[in-house]
């Protein structure tokens, strides 16, 4: 996403140094006045958009890319999923973890944790054979008991 920001104060803006630390990118001179700056905004982001007036040391500005509440909620399932995954892998060997872990995608509710398995048999193998691991695992990173649903990509809740 692009997000221009035209200068109309009448005075130089800085551009403050978090503005890129998220993946914005631009060219980080300062803004003179009467210039546009466009900021480029990493995919599937909007821009937030923040000024302060440091009164001698002049204006900054902060670009920084938010995510829709959908999206943030994918990359913090993802993270927890990895972390927990991540636990697992140190518990059994690399042949099961490759087996019946590596291949899996999850998503977290307030209580419940639904793990996506790519085929019946793979479903059915972490049902029998790892659940408890899970839980346990799940409890570690997360703080606290979820209830584990296990299906495959394909599947209805």
Not at 35 to 50: A, C, D, H, M
Not at 88 to 96: A, L, V, Y
Not at 113 to 125: A, E, G, K, P, S
Request: charged share 25%.
């Amino acid at each position: 996403m692009k997000f221009k920001y035209f200068n109309d104060t009448n005075r130089i803006v800085k551009i403050h140094a978090a503005t890129f630390s998220h993946g914005t990118v631009a060219d980080s001179k300062p803004i003179k006045p009467l210039e546009e700056r466009t900021f480029i905004l990493p995919e599937g982001t909007y821009p937030w958009v923040k000024m302060w007036d440091y009164v001698e040391a002049g204006l900054t500005i902060l670009v920084s890319p938010t995510y829709d509440d959908i999206e943030e909620n994918k990359i913090e399932d993802d993270h927890r999923w990895g972390k927990i995954l991540e636990l697992i892998s140190s518990n059994i060997s690399s042949g099961s973890y490759e087996a019946w872990f590596a291949h899996t995608k999850a998503s977290f509710t307030e209580k419940t944790l639904t793990i996506y398995c790519v085929n019946v048999f793979q479903r059915d193998w972490l049902k029998d054979h790892f659940i408890s691991l899970i839980a346990t695992t799940v409890n570690e990173v997360i703080g606290e008991e979820l209830d584990i649903i296990v299906i495959t990509e394909n599947e209805d809740l």
